[in-house]
């Protein structure tokens, strides 16, 4: 059974940094993982993705460059840096995780999901 637990979100003013963390259990190591988030009102977006040994990564346009996403598959552990941070970046962050080699950016695409956490941005 997967499972996947998020950590490290909080508030930060606006410019500053925050890591947060995703622990999965119950996955093969051919496992694409991704970060997602969801701003009141609004869909779910992807933030970004990174296959199964992390050589390969993508990125949505609004992150790129700041945001970084990397995983520990002997740890077990999902991870993303956020720098330069502004208020539009404030969401529940959700880690995804779902089989196979490629990347994923469809919410649709991955069939195991963490609670969230919450990210805020203040001015």
């Known amino acids: 059974q997967v499972r996947l637990v998020e950590s490290g979100g909080g508030s930060v003013q606006s410019g500053g940094s925050l890591r947060v963390s995703c622990a999965a259990s119950?996955?093969?190591?051919?496992?694409?993982m991704a970060w997602f988030r969801q701003a009141p009102g609004k869909e779910r977006e992807l933030v970004a993705a990174i296959n199964w040994s992390g050589s390969m990564t993508t990125y949505s346009d609004s992150v790129k460059g700041r945001f970084a996403i990397s995983r520990d598959n002997i740890r077990k552990m999902l991870y993303l840096q956020m720098n330069n941070l502004k208020p539009k970046d404030t969401a529940v962050y959700y880690c995804?995780?779902?089989?196979?080699?490629?990347?994923?950016?469809?919410?649709?695409?991955?069939?195991?999901w963490g609670q969230g956490t919450q990210v805020t941005v203040s001015e």
């Open positions: 119950g996955l093969t190591y051919l496992t694409v």
């Open positions: 995804a995780a779902d089989r196979g080699p490629r990347i994923l950016t469809e919410s649709s695409q991955y069939g195991n």
